[in-house]
């Protein structure tokens, strides 16, 4: 499995509202920030088509005040406001952007096909939805309030529907709107980048000893 340290990203991340607007820049100016740790950030570094896959993020409270709801924005390579066309939340998540169009309403083609998003599986989620944990900020599931010393755990279930070498970039707020800066104990901003290549291959099956069939990496 790939694992990145939030505290390794290059590059910053940023959540965006429906219509446009940076959720970072709704942040004010004063007041603390919320301090975190990212025990998991994990996503299968070599896939192949058609092979199911689990996109995890778990985000721990290490501070001593709550969490007010604790969200992670997926994006395509990076999540800042200021990425270029077919990046950032130009495009939705785990997907890329195909040319532009005159007659083109979404230039979004996914790459990975969400087959379950964070939160209970209700309607949403069991019609391949963007589940109940889904915000209207862009590209962005939040779990509610985090006490302190809790972990909450974010798992997409995803299928790649496209072969290549891709990039998938994830930040972690406090919350959705006003003080909702989550950082490491450095400091530095809670997020981070998995690096995948996905395989034109078919996957490749092995049953275990105990009859248990597990997909060979």
């Not at 994830?170 to 989550?182: D, F, M, P, Q, T």
């Amino acid at each position: 499995m790939a694992i990145a340290g939030a505290a390794l990203a290059a590059a910053g991340c940023g959540s965006a509202s429906s219509d446009g607007t940076p959720a970072a820049t709704a942040t004010t100016a004063t007041g603390a920030s919320f301090k975190v740790s990212v025990p998991t950030a994990s996503f299968a570094a070599k896939q192949s088509l058609a092979a199911k896959e689990r996109f995890v993020i778990a985000v721990r409270n290490a501070g001593n005040r709550a969490l007010p709801n604790v969200a992670v924005t997926i994006c395509n390579t990076t999540c800042s406001y200021k990425a270029r066309r077919g990046q950032g939340t130009t495009v939705q998540a785990f997907s890329y952007a195909i040319a532009n169009s005159a007659n083109l309403a979404n230039a979004s083609r996914p790459i990975w096909i969400v087959q379950q998003a964070p939160g209970p599986c209700g309607y949403s989620c069991r019609n391949l939805g963007a589940g109940a944990a889904v915000t209207a900020y862009s590209n962005t599931w939040a779990l509610g309030r985090l006490a302190p010393g809790h972990t909450a755990t974010f798992v997409w279930t995803v299928t790649p529907v496209k072969a290549g070498h891709f990039v998938v970039a994830w930040e972690v707020a406090a919350a959705l709107s006003g003080h909702n800066r989550a950082v490491l104990a450095s400091g530095r901003p809670a997020r981070g980048k998995l690096t995948v290549n996905v395989s034109t291959k078919p996957p490749q099956y092995v049953v275990q000893p105990n009859g248990r069939v597990t997909m060979r990496r």
